[in-house]
């Protein structure tokens, strides 16, 4: 288990560790998510999980509108734009 140990200023703010950042992908101005599991609060990258549910949310609509390759999907931008 890696740990880091950041300190809290009298205004309620962290400094999270590079490493940490570099775990979650995060940059300045990103927002962070605290998630309550048990006695545990664990940090993660909003924009990572909405990407993910969005991954979830599209899973096998390819395969409903026919999409097969990079091509079926060229094709399909080409007839959008063409109405």
């Known amino acids: 288990m890696e740990m880091e140990l950041a300190k809290i200023t009298a205004?309620?703010?962290i400094t999270i560790p590079i490493a940490v950042r570099r775990q979650l992908g995060l940059k300045e101005g990103?927002?962070?998510?605290?998630?309550?599991?048990?006695?545990?609060?664990?940090?993660k990258n909003p924009t990572v999980?909405?990407?993910?549910e969005a991954?979830?949310?599209?899973e096998g609509e390819a395969d409903r509108v026919g999409l097969k390759n990079e091509d079926?999907?060229?094709?399909?931008?080409?007839?959008?734009?063409?109405?």
């Open 49 to 52: 999980i909405a990407f993910k």
């Open 72 to 83: 079926d999907v060229i094709q399909m931008i080409k007839e959008l734009r063409n109405e």
């Open 11 to 13: 205004k309620g703010q």
């Open 55 to 58: 991954q979830k949310e599209f």
């Open 30 to 43: 990103d927002k962070i998510l605290f998630v309550k599991q048990g006695n545990e609060i664990i940090l």
